[in-house]
Each structure stands twice: as C-alpha cells, then as structure tokens.
C-alpha cells in the first residue's frame, strides 16, 4: 500500500470504526484524496453490522489543520477556477458525516483549525485533550466557513458564533468547554482511554435507537416542533426484537444482548 493510499488510517474494534488522519507531516490537512477516503470510509462503516460508532481523530499533535492550502495555490497557478463546496461535484465528507446513521465521535488530540473545526463540528460528541484550541480563520483568508457557517450556531449561542466567525480568533478550550462545544477534557495519555471509555457508554445502547435518534436530531433540525414531532424517520426501534430483549434484560438484571433488529 503506497503513502497515498494511507492518508486515512482504518480500524474497527469493539463496535467503533477509527479513523484516523494520517498526514502528521501536514498538519493533518484535508488533501482531496483525504477527503475521498473518509467519505468511502464512513459510507463503509454505515452499513457494516459490526459498526456502532465511528471515531475521528489524527495522527500526531494536531487534529486537522483544514483544507490542504497547496491543493488550492496549485490549482491557482495553473489557472483553473478553485471550486468552493457548493461547486463540487460529490458531497463533502462533512456532509456524510453528518447524513451518516451512525453516531460518530472526534477525538480531537490538537488543535482543530479552518476545516478542521469543521471537521469537528460534523461530529455528534467531541472529546479533546487538553492541550487542544480551536481556530477558523478563513475570514482572514478570503475564504467562507461555509459548513461552520451554518451549523455552528446550532451548536452553540449565535452570538459566540458568529464573533468565532467574523473575528477568525483563537479559540481556547476552555472557552470551547464553557460554550458546550466539548464533551470531555483529558490529558494526553488518557485521551484515548477517555474518548473510548465514552464510546463504549454509546455502543452499550440499542443499534436501532442509535440510529433513530442521530437521524431524528439531524433531520429536525430547523422544523417547526410540530412537524418535527411528527417525522417518522429511520428505523422502528418500538417496533423491534431488541425492544423486547431491552425489557427482558432490565428486568433479569443483565445485559442485553442487541441484534440490531
């Protein structure tokens, strides 16, 4: 397998499929095959049995340090037109994080900056070492923040959000913290332990209530509450074998044990 083909490194163990960023000498930054390989990785893992969680995190001190600056001063030197996300011809892998039926989780083990942050923000649950800021600066660039842009602000105040957007400031974590942008905090030798620890909590739970309920968060977003009550949407987890075996198990004190139907 050549450099290339290990931008993005892949596991799966205990019901999380881990990804990892695998450009350290880069930053972590987001080449156009990185993108194209979390895309297939994610959409892969979506439909893989084994598969309850899906973790992101990089290799090295930073997290992702967004959109690889060379692909886009390449492109502007040969003279063709960069293309922002909404002139792309596939999904961003932003966009199939979020789509995903899976929870998926960043294990944000640096700094996380540009698209990045937003690399994050497609997270549902977000665990960060404590060393970790987080920065997007593409106001100070020329560029549009389009993803944070509109999904930042559901994460937390419109006001903090847009002053992160319009001032292109550094982020300190604790700030982050305090926002409820961060889940959880650990030192470096623990951060592993503590996001997996977090995902085994998530991976305890019923397959087809995972899914029901990362959809229904998604797809309401933005409806009317009445509409948004009424949005069948995902699987029937009431209608369901684990159902009946969640009930079995409360009641003889055990564990159950999920089928995922």
Known sequence: MNDEQEVLQV??????????????ERRNALSQQMNAEIRKAVLAADVNPAVS???ITGAGTTFCAGADLKDARAMDAGGERYRGPLHQPDRTAFEVLIESRKPILGIINGPAT?????????CDLRVAVDTAW????????????HFASVVLHQIIPPGIAMEWLYTGRRVPLEEAVRWGLVN??????????????????????APLSLHRM????????????LSALRLDVGPDPYASEDRKEGARAFLEKRDPVWQGR
Do not use: D, Q
């Not at 540009?114 to 497609?122: P, S, Y």
């Not at 959880?184 to 739970?205: D, G, I, N, Q, Y």
């Open 214 to 225: 990362k959809l229904t968060y998604r797809k309401t977003l933005g409806m009317t509450l």
């Open 11 to 24: 596991s799966i163990e205990n019901k999380v499929c881990l990804l990892t960023l695998n450009r350290p």
């Open 184 to 205: 959880r905090v650990a030192p470096a030798e623990k951060l592993m332990e503590t996001a997996m620890a977090l995902a085994a909590e998530v991976t305890a739970s």
């Open 53 to 55: 969680l899906i973790a």
């Open 114 to 122: 540009a698209g990045g942050f937003e690399l994050a923000l497609a």
């Open 134 to 145: 987080f920065c997007l600066p593409e106001a100070r660039r020329g560029m549009g923040a």
